[in-house]
């Protein structure tokens, strides 16, 4: 059980000791009477019958109050427990200074997350997971309108290949028809969902095919019950691929650049083009990390961030945020200080050192008006770093990091080791337009979480 569902039971149960104290309160008034009416009995023994009858009448009553409100207490809670999870909680369940947390709904303790993505169909709600591990990884389907219900499982084919990230995106064709003895040129869109693998260095691509049947009460699409959207993956390609690591780990699509940004567990974000695949270029992730003991600017040093891990592209919909906002240091946990700060084989000095960072590569994309035709100042990547409990907001220019969100108390490290759960990985927007006042909502889990998270980043 995590800090915030604990948090929430002891607020669900505050309405309980309010109530046995009452009935308490009240049990102890009846008793009073009783005894005082004793009192008056043996002066008048002739009024005792009377007594005993008010006394009697007295404790129905409290009885059947108490049972009265026992039974709306029980009512409501179940009230409660049978809200649909399409009416989410209004206010937060729980008040970080970096998130607010809305809704927490089932996740398979299974599935080892690899990556979250929302289909790009407009009139489409599911959510999709992409799940890794040889011989068990999948793409799942989720309704986030039914309680983040499965509706569709993918086996990733041949059976060993070990899945890692996955996108929804989508390609415009241009064909002609004939309308009215005129030839018309129209746009087609067809939507898509690519999957990476971790070593093999095949990807593959599926064509979502959206299905718009009956409504589960038997009407037709259109009536005044929502319409039941349905999706199903066909494999149309495979394709080969090369990382700096060699490796495939996280990947998202830029609808503005018609671009993939893809990770590989190195500090690289490497940039493909959709329809062609080649890369066209790659960026270093860097974080400039600031000494707390003193206050001159001079003292902070550039890091280049290792272990990138899922990503999301996202637009916050917020002015002159991108470059801005608040980065700063979080505890580092152990996985990445032994490959950072020890000695052999795994160690990367140009990686993990601090110091200045070599921003050429950097500086050219920022010139490159290919690179950034169509960013707005409020359009960042969302970012995993491998063994951490941290999103961190990425320039899609610069790459670098301009903000960290702290979400260690989200699914604590300490309850995830007893629960047998492992790291933070996977994010995807929930579908709702974000603007400044409210913030940008986002779905997160983990590998074999019990649960995913619905949240509200602030800023």
Known sequence: MSYNTTNQMNRNNRTLPLSSSCRGKGGMAVASLLFILLLLSWRQPSSLT???????????????????????????????????????????????????????????????????????????????EGTG???????????????????????????????EGIACYYV?????????????????????????????NIGMIYRIINHHNRNDNGTEAGSEEPPTTTESLELIDTFKFDTHTGEGWGITFVPHTKEFYVSDGSEYI?????????????????????????????SSSTVRLKYVNELEFVDFNSKNKCGGGDVKDWDIHDVYLEQCQGEGDEYDEQ???????NTATNEE????????????????????????????????????????????????????????ADCLNGISVTGKESNEEEGLELWVTGKLWP?????????
């Open 270 to 298: 490497h940039v493909w083009d959709v329809e062609t695949l080649v890369e066209k270029r790659r960026m270093a992730v860097t974080l400039e990390r600031g000494d707390e003991s003193s206050s001159s600017s001079s």
């Open 133 to 163: 591990l040889n011989y068990q990884s999948q793409i799942l389907q989720h309704d986030p309108r039914q309680n983040m219900k499965t509706l569709e499982r993918r086996v990733v084919e041949p059976r060993h290949l070990f899945g």
């Open 365 to 420: 994309c920022s010139n490159d008006e290919n690179n950034h035709t169509g960013f707005t100042s409020s359009m960042s990547i969302l970012a995993n770093v491998w063994y951490q409990d941290v999103l961190i907001r990425i320039d899609p220019v610069t790459a670098k990091v301009t903000r960290v969100y702290d979400l260690s108390d989200i699914y604590p490290y300490e309850q995830r080791k007893k629960d047998g």
């Open 50 to 128: 009377t007594s005993i009858i008010f006394v009697a009448s007295a404790l129905a009553i409290d009885t059947s109050s108490s049972s009265s409100r026992s039974s709306a207490s029980s009512t409501t809670n179940q009230q409660q427990q049978q809200q649909p999870s399409s009416s989410p909680p209004t206010s937060p369940l729980y008040k970080s200074h970096d998130y607010h947390l809305l809704e927490i709904v089932p996740h398979s303790s299974t599935s080892f997350t690899q990556g979250l993505t929302l289909s790009t169909i407009s009139s489409s709600s599911i959510l999709y």
């Open 351 to 357: 990686t993990c050192s601090s110091g200045t960072t």
């Open 172 to 200: 415009d064709h241009r064909r002609l028809s004939d309308s009215d003895s005129e030839v018309v040129e129209e746009v087609v869109r067809e939507h898509r969902l690519i999957q990476l693998t971790w070593k093999d």
């Open 451 to 459: 649960k995913m998270y619905r949240i509200r980043l602030i800023d």
